[in-house]
């Protein structure tokens, strides 16, 4: 009953908004970076009038969640339903047939889950919250940020998320109107028909002692995991000289300038040439912009990032790369399976408590991020993973 301690206090909640989620091809991307830039510089938002909205803060951004994601493998987007309407189906319908089937863009819509509070271990939390769900055979993406832990489900699911939460003893109970940072989003149209009551923003509270799966199940999603990792040849890969950073920008230096600054270097940063090899933002309208990137990128920032990213200077990081392209859609648990693992691998090796996991989903894959002191660990826990489910199969 320890691990269900550390859930005390924390506060599930999903945001006013659905999203889309899209796949670019690498090849395609100059395509979409004109429509990429305008959904950074949130300058879309108008309201029933059409003057421009512009948020009150300015570290805030005006939706409720957007992640960009440029990885080797692909430009990975997710935003608003209304926003890939408005900005990317255009282009999308000017492209030849062939470059055209291979951009995707959801048809079914995503609601995001966020967790707040205090008290949530971050690697158990991954596995607390990513099991019920798995266990439900319910497919999702998950996002770390600098700041918050963000999941995917999608919106057709959302009962079942509920009811599959609830039975492991999180309560689900919609929070008051209009709470600050949780703004519904007008554009959206799904949003007021689907909303049963009129909070604009509802949440899971924990009980005090939610009941977490039992660790037979969470095993056995393990080597379920593992097993279709094999079948599909995914086999976890890092590129060792790629060192990350994740930071957030800061919210105290208020100066229209300096937000200026970062949007410049965010800006630098999509249009530099060749495009980065690691680089996930994620804009909320509830804290500050956070983003993983490679090192390397800092020196397009302004004075280098300096008062300007939080974080900058942290520990290095590094992506290991789970490339779920061979992988059918509806594949349930990777997230879930792959937490597990790391956590049972990790446990006692670090000579530290506990192992913070990142994880980052993109359309076509799935990140890993971990420090540098941390990868060799977790790598071998990865790859005795694999070998498990090999030897299960014989
Ligand atoms: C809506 O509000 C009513 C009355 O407060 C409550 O009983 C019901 O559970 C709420 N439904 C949802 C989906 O939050
Ligand atoms: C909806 O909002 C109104 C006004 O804010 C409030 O009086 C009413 O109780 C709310 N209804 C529900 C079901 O929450
Ligand atoms: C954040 O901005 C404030 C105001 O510009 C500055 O004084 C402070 O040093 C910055 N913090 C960091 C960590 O860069
Ligand atoms: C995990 O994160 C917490 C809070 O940020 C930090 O205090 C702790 O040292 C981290 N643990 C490891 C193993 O990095």
Redesign the pocket.
């Known amino acids: 009953m320890t691990q269900s301690m550390t859930l005390l206090n924390a506060q599930i909640g999903f945001l006013a908004t659905h999203v889309a989620l899209i796949h670019i091809p690498l090849p395609l991307y100059p395509y979409f970076a004109h429509s990429i830039s305008r959904l950074i510089l949130h300058n879309d938002k108008r309201d029933a009038e059409g003057n421009l909205v512009l948020p009150s803060r300015s570290w805030q951004y005006s939706c409720p969640f957007v992640n960009i994601c440029i990885t080797p493998t692909e430009c990975s987007v997710v935003c608003p339903r209304a926003q890939a309407e408005e900005l990317f189906h255009p282009i999308l319908n000017n492209l030849d047939a062939k470059a055209r089937s291979s951009v995707s863009i959801s048809t079914d819509d995503y609601s995001v889950i966020t967790i707040a509070g205090a008290g949530l271990e971050a690697g158990e939390r991954v596995l607390d919250l990513t099991s019920p769900l798995a266990i439900a055979g319910i497919s999702i993406y998950f996002i770390t940020s600098y700041w918050s832990d963000y999941i995917l489900v999608p919106f057709a699911a959302r009962s079942k998320v509920i009811c599959a939460l609830e039975e492991r003893g999180f309560v689900f109970e ?1 929070e008051d ?1 209009g709470e600050a940072g949780h703004m519904t989003n007008p554009a959206s149209p799904l949003l007021r028909s689907h909303h049963r ?3 604009s923003h509802s949440s899971f509270d924990f009980l005090a002692s939610p009941i977490t799966p039992p660790p037979s199940t969470v095993s056995e999603l393990q080597v379920k995991t593992f097993k279709t990792l094999v079948r599909n040849n995914v086999s976890p890969t890092v590129d060792p000289e790629l060192y990350l950073v994740t930071c957030a920008a800061n919210k105290s230096s208020t100066a229209s300038l300096q937000a200026a600054a970062l949007t410049l270097g965010l800006l630098k940063c999509l249009t530099t040439s060749p495009l980065p090899r690691f680089f996930s933002l994620t804009l909320t309208d509830a804290d500050s912009a956070s983003v993983t990137l490679g090192q390397t990128l800092l020196p397009l920032f302004p004075n280098e990032g300096e008062d300007i990213l939080l974080g900058k200077d942290g520990p290095e990081q590094v992506a290991i790369t789970l490339d779920l392209q061979t992988l059918p859609q509806e594949s349930t648990g990777i997230v879930c399976g792959v937490a597990g693992r790391l956590i049972d691998g990790m446990k006692g090796r670090l000579g530290r408590e506990l192992f913070n996991m990142s994880y980052l989903s993109t359309a076509k894959a799935g990140y890993v991020i971990v420090y540098r002191d941390e990868l060799e660990d977790a790598m071998a826990a990865l790859r005795g993973g694999e070998k498990d489910s090999i030897n299960g199969r014989t």
Do not use: I
Request: charged share 20%.
């Open positions: 919609p109107e009551n009129n909070s």
